[in-house]
């Protein structure tokens, strides 16, 4: 069975920083792209960010580019989104989610909360 | 960036009723490169359609997909209970890959 963990979402203030991770179970890791998408409270679906199987190719959403980056280690089995300069607009749910070209595969999110 | 732009935001139907929600996008998608999910309340969006026709594995028949270029259609031939949710497009054929801002079924 297909399985995605994610871990990390914390309350932070503005400006700050934080990692989520993503644990990966009962699929070959290595040959699916990861992606990351949010949804703010009560709101859409947003894409952040992806990453292909072997970690050379990634691609950001405007609204976090030079401020997230993400990075996998297929080793481990996880996925991961480092995350700085945080603003309250960065507030959501954050999943992540396996395809190669859709979203397959979705864990259940983390709740990363933004807030002085 | 390619915006999607769902109709209508809200419909209200009773189980058994067939219906279609639309997704335009803003410019022609390549190789139609359209997605769509399904998400109900506290869960995880979950893919129901690909390639703007083909079913993901497991997703029911009254689900079906159809359009080209920048005009998509998602059809529930007849509503189920369990159908009642937020629906969402996305796109994947240009980066950044975008999603519609939700199609939300109610029961009436």
């Known amino acids: 069975e297909v399985q995605l963990v994610e871990s990390g979402g914390d309350l932070v203030q503005p400006g700050g920083s934080l990692r989520l991770s993503c644990a990966a179970s009962g699929f070959t890791f290595s040959t699916f792209a990861m992606y990351w998408i949010r949804q703010a409270p009560g709101k859409g679906l947003e894409y952040v960010s992806a990453i292909s199987t072997n970690g050379d190719i990634t691609d950001y959403a405007n609204s976090v580019k030079g401020r997230f980056t993400i990075s996998r280690d297929n080793s481990k089995n996880t996925l991961y989104l480092q995350m700085g300069s945080l603003r309250p607009e960065d507030m959501a749910v954050y999943y992540c989610a396996a395809g190669n070209a859709v979203f397959d595969y979705w864990g259940q999110g983390t709740l990363v909360t933004v807030s002085s | 960036e390619i915006v999607l732009t769902q109709s209508p935001g809200t419909l209200s139907l009773s189980p058994g009723e067939r219906t279609t929600l639309s997704c335009r996008a803003s410019?022609?998608?390549?190789?139609?490169?359209l997605a769509w999910y399904q998400q109900k309340p506290g869960q995880a969006p979950r893919l129901l359609i690909y390639g703007a026709s083909s079913r993901a594995t497991g997703i029911p028949d009254r689900f079906s997909g159809s359009g080209s270029g920048t005009d998509f259609t998602l059809t529930i031939s007849r509503l189920e209970p369990e159908d009642f949710a937020v629906y969402y497009c996305q796109q994947y054929g240009s980066s950044p890959r975008t999603f519609g801002q939700g199609t939300k079924v109610e029961i009436k």
């Open positions: 410019q022609s998608l390549s190789s139609s490169y």
